[in-house]
């Protein structure tokens, strides 16, 4: 399996629009909802940023998803979930050493918004994981 035919079954654009290959690398989604991604080698850093990619996608998308500034800890929670799951149906694992600044940043907004994540256990769970 490769990045490409991943961003495929996710349709994810690799490369046949408008934008410069240089807006694709790191992987944007504009204004439309489109996710754009250049194909590159694989590794697992790179699947996950693209799983990434495609699971906010999909967040934002969604019209009956609430999407407030005030939960971005939540959402950085369910973005990487949703991602490692759809790591785990193409059968690879994201090791947790990938997520660890997401867990960290996830801390960090919780506690700025005064949200107790010791009431959340699975959020808790996966923010403490080292």
């Not at 399996?1 to 934008?19: F, N, R, S, W």
Request: proline share 4%; charged share 25%.
């Amino acid at each position: 399996m490769t990045i490409l035919d991943v961003a495929t079954k996710y349709g994810v654009c690799v490369g046949e629009c408008g934008l410069t290959p240089e807006e694709h690398w790191p992987g944007v989604l504009d204004p439309f909802g489109v996710a754009h991604y250049l194909p590159r080698r694989f590794t697992r850093r790179a699947l996950r940023n693209l799983l990434l990619l495609v699971a906010r996608r999909d967040r934002e998308a969604d019209l009956g998803y609430l999407n407030i500034k005030g939960y971005d800890w939540y959402y950085l929670w369910r973005d990487n979930v949703t991602a490692s799951k759809m790591a785990m149906d193409l059968g690879y694992r994201l090791p947790a050493r990938l997520s660890r600044l997401d867990r960290l940043r996830c801390l960090q907004l919780a506690r700025k918004g005064g949200v107790k994540l010791s009431r959340r256990s699975s959020i808790y769970a996966w923010a403490h994981n080292d």
